[in-house]
């Protein structure tokens, strides 16, 4: 009974986020899309620094959300939506 091997059972997350780049998938698709537009469009420097500046601050920023809470735009967004039906006060006649 000792001598036989313990056995082992990988475990699977089913259930990942979906994650581009370590961040949000459609926030960091659509700001570089947005830097990249930005870049095309006006075809000066200034243009090429700012979206180049755009495009890894995002990314940061997306990065540094993902790694706090990887559904948060999710989450933000039905507050969002919610925040008519709840509001953050109990009532209307508060004081």
């Known amino acids: 009974m000792d001598d036989e091997p313990l056995n082992y059972s990988p475990i699977f997350e089913f259930n ?3 994650l581009y780049m ?11 899309l947005l830097s990249f ?5 006006l075809q000066n ?3 090429a ?6 495009a890894f601050g995002s990314i940061w920023a997306f990065r540094t959300l993902a790694k706090s809470d ?3 735009r999710h989450i933000f967004m039905r507050s969002r939506k919610y ?9 209307k006649q508060r004081k």
């Open 70 to 72: 990887p559904t948060m």
């Open 49 to 54: 620094i700012l979206g180049l500046g755009l």
């Open 22 to 32: 370590g961040g949000d998938r459609e926030l960091v698709l659509s700001s570089l």
């Open 45 to 47: 420097i200034l243009a």
């Open 37 to 41: 537009i930005l870049i095309v469009v």
């Open 83 to 91: 925040q008519a039906f709840y509001p953050a006060f109990s009532s």
């Open 16 to 18: 990942r986020p979906h």
